[in-house]
């Protein structure tokens, strides 16, 4: 069989981590080639073609619409090529094996682990080998970090190339142990109170006040309280020594135990949390049915009040 249109095949690598980057340089460091090998690799795949795949300028390279098609099916044909390749040389079993799930610590202790036992109810046959982490993950082969799948707010950029499947939206609210929260009967009681923070996630407070529609001076409070990590934060609030911003799905649970009381309600802070995964659900088995298990938990993730916001003393 012959393919009378297929272009050199040593210029679509090349070509489609171009595409991928946005740069020349960036594509020959991830191959480890010459800035000038990738270059005439692109113009090789541009004359085989006869059309022009970049707009260039002095400052920039722009892939045309035209490149960004075909860099589309280069790389799924890539990552075809690397499973079958994976598979045949029993480094990996697309059907079976453990996963490697890296997750942010708090959710991981706080929501993720004590539901995970349903998981063996729901899809017996996926075995979890769980990691705490955060920020960017890298599936590339050549950084064995050992992670096959991930869970991660949108707080940075999710690289092109990773699947990404969307669980849940972050809401937020002011939570503090019941007998405080009963005296906080409207948002300008916290100014009586003192405000806990974490180095995690410093703006917090002002981003809460900014999505309920408040005055950013309201965050003033009585005193400022500043923990290491998000969890010990949530762990003053619980012991009373104040008042902490707690994403929903951190504290439904203490909430629900009568632990925690959240004053306002919750409200979109305008970000989400998502599974990442180096192929996408629909071709790993395993990654599929425990998407669709953690979006059967991620169902609980919505207040029931959220919607009432800061208006509502009732919190939920």
């Excluded at 981590?17 to 690799?41: C, D, I, K």
């Excluded at 923070?197 to 005055?215: K, M, Q, S, V, Y």
């Excluded at 934060?233 to 799905?249: D, H, K, R």
Aim: aromatic share 6%.
């Amino acid at each position: 069989m012959t393919w009378p249109d297929l272009p050199p095949p040593n210029t679509l690598m090349p070509f489609e981590a171009v595409v991928r980057h946005g740069s020349v340089s960036a594509a020959a460091q991830e191959l480890h080639v010459t800035h000038g090998a990738v270059s005439r690799q692109v113009r090789n795949l541009e004359r085989a073609l006869g059309v022009v795949l970049f707009e260039r300028s002095a400052r920039s390279l722009r892939p045309t619409p035209q490149a960004r098609e075909l860099a589309a099916v280069v790389r799924d044909a890539l990552d075809r090529i690397d499973t079958a390749a994976r598979r045949i040389a029993r480094r990996e079993d697309a059907d079976s094996g453990p996963l490697t799930l890296s997750c942010e610590p708090t959710l991981l202790m706080r929501w993720l682990i004590p539901r995970l036992p349903g998981l063996a109810v729901h899809a017996p046959g996926v075995t979890v080998h769980l990691s705490a982490g955060g920020g960017p993950v890298s599936f590339a082969p050549d950084r064995h970090d050992g992670v096959d799948v991930a869970i991660r707010r949108n707080d940075f950029p999710f690289p092109e190339q990773v699947s990404r499947a969307p669980l849940f939206t972050e809401r937020t609210g002011p939570v503090c142990r019941p007998d405080l929260a009963a005296r906080l009967t409207d948002p300008s009681r916290l100014a009586t109170t003192t405000l806990l923070h974490t180095r995690t996630r410093p703006r917090a407070w002002d981003d809460w006040f900014r999505a309920a529609g408040l005055a950013a001076d309201a965050a003033a409070g009585a005193g400022h309280q500043h923990l290491e990590h998000f969890s010990l934060t949530l762990q003053a609030a619980e012991s009373g020594l104040g008042v902490a911003i707690g994403p929903y799905a951190l504290v439904r649970d203490d909430i629900e135990r009568g632990r925690l009381a959240a004053p306002y309600g919750f409200v979109p802070d305008g970000s989400s949390y998502h599974l990442l995964s180096r192929r996408p659900p629909e071709r790993d088995e395993r990654v599929r049915l425990l998407l669709d298990w953690l979006r059967a938990q991620a169902a609980d993730v919505l207040p029931k009040s959220y919607e009432e916001g800061p208006g509502s003393a009732t919190g939920v």
